[in-house]
């Protein structure tokens, strides 16, 4: 039996065998990036919309990373031939704005459809993301997370740490990963994925300080990336010394992909990335895993701030007819049933993004049995989002990503100082996003 169950939910409908209900069906196609278990857990949920009703039937259909989702998704609607719905990572979230004619915002879908969609149901962080400058919702939650802190915690209690209580800044980062590494409990204290992400625009965010002007580009295309900053600077260049030192091992730019590893073979014993990692590292770790949150430079004023989301939406395709937008419609309200958010919530380690589904978690103890669990809705939730920490809307952010990556990477190396890096970084950076700006005017 599926374990996304409707039991709890009053379709009121008959179940009709699913090739049946395919054939009379008004059929939907969602394009996604969501491959292994997320996939399955993916392919379930919609299996079980699919049969909880006759009139719609959606078909998901895996179409590689993120990035070639998106690629590919644009290519389709040159040729007329695009999905009904697209899932789109966080950082397409300013190209797709600007896509125009190519996309329907679910506030108008949900409107014009008669479904239920209240953008008041979301937890802040996640609607502030996603709306335009008049708060009205572009796309659809899906998949939000946000980057935690995992730890061994048999390496912390080998080197006398005590596994209950976390690094909280980066100055005990540091010394935590030096009493390990001085211990022989692990050969490096803590590595890190996704480092843009992570050390850049979550870091940033956290300690409260801008990425870019006009709020982190939230108030328009004129915006210029303004990150090279005396703490981005200290942060990278005290990376690149704790590397030196032994107590920071350098995972890889882009996704960082030898710093997972380092944590499942008990290389390193702090390890940075998304909170939707956390079925992943459950099953990869033959040891007691902590989570913590964050950690910050405490002499930051109003530091911790809130973390900001990754993750992905789902946003509806223009060209298909109003039957079909009536079944996209539809399956939106269903997956923002609080059952099917908490579900996805609790098996993934994704946000539940609505707060229905986060009380619907705490009153069936799921935080109670899975201590740390809650860990991505605290930072989230740790203070109302300011200007710098709703998130951030950079045309063209999808490469500008993969120049931070390497500009952290010349850092990393030697090659450049941290406030070198952070200002190359910006200077290209703003190229880009002149181009955008040029392209979308």
């Not at 502030?128 to 730890?151: A, K, V």
Request: charged letters at 20%.
């Amino acid at each position: 039996m599926s374990r996304f169950t409707l039991h709890a939910l009053a379709v009121g409908v008959a179940t009709a065998s699913l090739s049946l209900s395919a054939q009379a069906a008004t059929e939907i196609n969602w394009w996604h990036a969501m491959g292994g278990q997320l996939g399955e857990i993916l392919e379930e949920m919609t299996q079980d919309f699919n049969e909880s009703q006759d009139d719609y039937h959606v078909t998901p259909s895996y179409r590689g990373t993120y990035t070639e989702t998106m690629t590919g998704a644009i290519a389709a609607f040159r040729a007329n031939e695009q999905p009904h719905i697209l899932q789109v990572f966080e950082v397409g979230t300013g190209t797709m704005m600007n896509a125009k004619g190519a996309i329907y915002p679910v506030y108008e879908l949900m409107e014009e459809h008669g479904r239920a969609f209240d953008n008041d149901a979301f937890l802040p962080a996640v609607v502030g993301y996603y709306t335009d400058t008049d708060g009205n919702m572009l796309s659809f939650p899906f998949n939000s997370s946000t980057p935690i802190m995992y730890y061994n915690r048999d390496m912390f209690e080998e080197a006398g740490l005590d596994p209950e209580q976390p690094p909280q800044t980066w100055q005990e980062v540091a010394d935590f990963s030096r009493q390990i590494v001085d211990a022989g409990a692990a050969s490096c204290g803590f590595t890190t994925s996704w480092p843009s992400w992570v050390m850049l625009e979550n870091f940033s965010a956290w300690h409260n300080v801008p990425l870019g002007t006009l709020e982190n580009g939230f108030g328009g295309m004129e915006t210029e990336l303004t990150f090279n900053n005396e703490l981005v600077a200290r942060h990278w260049d005290n990376l690149h010394d704790w590397q030196e030192e032994g107590v920071f091992k350098w995972g890889g730019p882009g996704s960082g992909p030898d710093s997972e590893p380092m944590f499942y073979s008990q290389n390193c014993a702090i390890f940075f990335g998304s909170s939707a990692s956390r079925a992943d590292v459950a099953a990869n770790s033959e040891f007691e895993v902590g989570f913590g949150m964050q950690p910050y430079y405490d002499d930051v004023e109003g530091a911790p701030q809130n973390s900001i989301i990754g993750g992905a939406t789902l946003w509806a395709m223009q060209g298909h007819s109003d039957d079909e937008y009536e079944a996209v419609a539809a399956f939106f309200e269903y997956l923002s049933q609080p059952e099917v958010q908490a579900q996805w919530h609790q098996q993934t380690g994704y946000l539940p993004i609505t707060q229905a589904a986060w009380d619907l978690s705490k009153e069936q103890g799921y935080y109670d049995e899975n201590p740390g669990a809650d860990i991505s809705l605290k930072q989230m939730t740790l203070n109302e989002p300011t200007e710098n920490s709703k998130g951030l809307r950079f045309g063209n952010f999808v490469q500008i990503r993969d120049i931070i990556s390497e500009e952290m990477e010349a850092v990393m190396t030697g090659g450049k100082s941290g406030q070198e890096a952070a200002d190359d970084a910006v200077a290209r950076g703003n190229d880009l996003l002149r181009d955008f700006q040029a392209a979308n005017q």
